[in-house]
DNA sequence: TATTGTTATACTCTATAACTATA
DNA sequence: TATAGTTATAGAGTATAACAATA
């Protein structure tokens, strides 16, 4: 996996050559250790519900917008058309999602909640609420907004807000046919 | 792996049920994409220097206390034993530390940094500290330092200052001998 | 010939257990 | 009996290629 798997490295011993800043005020570090423990956590809150993070990404997505196909779906999350097969295959299997043969175009799947999905998807928003509420429990109001119009200018500014995840990005491109 | 793999999930339909917040308004999916972007980044940057952030991370713990056992350093860091190993066989092949048998516990491995190692940490710094203001170039030094504050008082609350990562902790409590 | 969905394979990471040598 | 380090294995997760059906 991809992180900084180390932690709290402001010790106390002395470092010789550049002493650089400590990784504990290194706002690099901090956002991926945040990042790290916010998307366990998230993990973690959504077990209960049968869910992982790209399942509730899926179903979110198919609630904004019912009837992607599955590439659709899978441009739109950024990730592979590959693996959008096995999320939708774990999402049927709990009658979740459907898939619908495409009447035009009989190669297409197009993807539509089922009632059970809409009661599930909103106490998965409730819980998604709580880790919010979770993370961000030792800021006032005011503090909170801050910090989100920061994360957001930051994110944006990575590019981040196209919607493609930039460590998938390369791999999206792939074409299986030479 | 895991983080939330869906993005901008603030598309232009409408919800119908709870209506959430948006995901590009949660501070907690914009952690959990910057954090995933930046660990992501720190990789790509290092990569050249033939280093990964596992690596840089026992480097500069190594650096900071220098002569610890394979042990001690893979509890400051949060890692299990057995995996330490291979990091130190990588940096030992290319020269960066040096294994040093206890005298007194011959069991013992204290792990030492090469001169080698000294001149390519203080790059790997340098390339960490590039990214810092790569991610932060859009803010100004207060809007910078107040940002940092703010995730720093995040990470405490979520008590990652402590050191051991969460993903981690369960299985560092794993004991192998039954 | 290109595209949608599918299946199969490989490769990386990580988790766990088991072994050795010392204590 | 317990601990430090090592090795081996198994399991996720993910990337890539190849295939059938359809366009």
Redesign the pocket.
């Known amino acids: 996996?991809i992180w900084f798997?180390y932690n709290h490295l402001m010790g106390t011993q002395q470092r010789e050559h550049g002493d650089p800043t400590p990784l504990a005020e290194r706002g690099a570090f901090l956002l991926s250790q945040l990042g790290y423990h916010v998307a366990s956590r998230a993990n973690e809150l959504l077990a209960p519900l049968g869910l992982?993070t790209?399942h509730y990404g899926v179903l979110m997505q198919v609630s904004r917008e019912e009837g992607l196909?599955?590439?659709q779906l899978a441009d739109s999350l950024g990730v592979?058309?590959?693996?959008m097969?096995g999320l939708?295959?774990e999402l049927e299997g709990r009658e979740l999602v459907r898939?619908e043969r495409d009447t035009?175009?009989?190669?297409?799947?197009r993807i539509r909640l089922t009632d059970r999905a809409r009661v599930l998807l909103d106490e998965a928003d409730a819980v998604i609420d709580g880790l919010e509420r979770e993370v961000f429990d030792g800021f006032n109001r005011d503090e909170r907004a801050r910090l989100v119009a920061l994360l957001g200018r930051a994110a944006e500014r990575a590019d981040l807000r196209a919607g493609i995840h930039p460590?998938?990005r390369r791999?999206r491109s792939?074409?299986?046919?030479?």
């Open positions: 996996m798997s992982r790209p196909t599955q590439q592979h058309r590959n693996a097969v939708i295959d898939r035009r175009d009989r190669r297409a799947h460590g998938l791999h792939t074409r299986t046919t030479a």
